[in-house]
């Protein structure tokens, strides 16, 4: 305890150093001092994400926001720099094949993410003007709307040209953009939890190129948890490298969801004969803590924006992952979503699809 309080001051210090870095990079440059202070930022980080119990969390996604920043201006530059990238993010300068830098794309989506969480974060304490959308248990409240707008407004502004696909309001739902990259967006997954007051909600951001994921975004402004992977890249928890932990006996398996409450409602449902089983009420909280080796399994009835981003950081963690569109092409419909560890993936999936042929028919062919 005593080390906690010893070390709040100064890592609050170091939360405005860094926030100030990725504000201010051109004028450090200017006067010489960016390459000074570039190796201080190392160890900044590294400490920061070693020694931040006593930090307020605000203060610490904002100094890793401002990090990000820093790393995106010198990727914008072209230059290259030797470090330990304890973000968890591609080199500076990374590309996948013609694709933009996904180092840049990551610092516009933690800004995106962090601009949302805040407005969240806020809306637990305000009264809430909710919505009923395809059944009882689908609400949407102004906050989820608001949340999307100031995603939304960061991303057009890097990339003007980008396709968006955002779960709430039909006009933002629509990628009419004819690029190869599109962002997907679910600005507050959990809307019923956060209705509830509940912790468990979060934000999703994805960016795709050719409708493959190659960067992926979870953040839990309650939790202050900020997931973050690319593809071959990793997976990391504020900046944490993180993997599932592998289980062969379903026996001993912790299972996630495995239907949704709209799917479930007034039917008999047949868990599998697991360890235990936890339903967190939020689709990318389930597949978070699968990455990060919470639990072992996890099915859904969901759409695409629930998942882009999710299923990345899985393959990434070391989980297989398949899913299935119940209308093949209809990029706003419901899916079919099936992930777990390696070691019980096959007979999860089996067990899990014949629970969801009971309650709906299933779907159609899928995505490994």
């Known amino acids: 305890m005593l080390l906690a309080l010893q070390c709040t001051l100064p890592l609050q210090a170091l939360c405005r150093f860094l926030a100030v870095c990725g504000t201010c990079a051109e004028g450090f440059e200017n006067a010489g001092l960016l390459y000074l202070l570039l190796p201080a930022l190392e160890q900044a980080v590294i400490a920061l994400v070693t020694f931040s119990v006593g930090v307020n969390g605000h203060s610490r996604g904002q100094s890793m926001v401002g990090a990000h920043r820093l790393q995106g201006y010198f990727a914008r530059k072209n230059w290259r720099v030797a470090h330990h990238n304890a973000f968890g993010t591609m080199q500076p300068g990374c590309m996948i094949g013609a694709m933009i830098d996904l180092s840049h794309a990551c610092t516009v989506a933690m800004e995106a993410a962090q601009s949302a969480g805040q407005r969240i974060q806020q809306g637990y304490g305000e009264e809430l003007h909710i919505q009923v959308k395809s059944a009882p248990v689908d609400r949407v409240t102004h906050i989820d709307t608001e949340a999307q707008a100031a995603i939304m407004d960061i991303i057009r502004a890097a990339y003007p040209d980008h396709a968006i696909l955002g779960e709430e309001g039909e006009q933002e739902r629509r990628s009419s953009s004819q690029s190869a990259y599109r962002w997907v967006i679910d600005p507050l997954d959990g809307t019923s939890n956060f209705i509830q007051r509940l912790p468990h909600v979060g934000v999703s951001i994805a960016l795709q190129y050719q409708e493959q994921t190659v960067f992926g975004l979870l953040f839990f402004p309650v939790l202050q948890q900020m997931y973050t992977a690319t593809h071959g890249g990793g997976v990391f928890c504020n900046g944490v490298p993180i993997q599932i932990h592998d289980c062969t006996d379903m026996a001993q398996a912790f299972i996630a969801e495995i239907f949704s409450d709209r799917d479930a409602s007034g039917r008999q449902v047949t868990y599998p004969p697991g360890l235990a089983f936890r339903k967190y009420g939020s689709a ?79 779907g159609e062919e899928a995505k490994a």
């Open 284 to 362: 990318i909280t389930s597949c978070a803590y699968l990455a990060a080796g919470h639990v072992h399994a996890v099915a859904l009835h969901c759409h695409l924006w629930d998942i882009a981003a999710a299923e990345l950081l899985i393959r990434e963690a070391g989980g297989r992952v398949e899913w299935s569109c119940d209308v093949p092409g209809d990029e706003r419909g419901a899916l079919t979503f099936f992930a777990a560890v390696p070691g019980i993936f096959a007979e999860f999936r089996e067990m899990a699809a014949a629970q969801y042929a009971a309650l709906s028919g299933g």
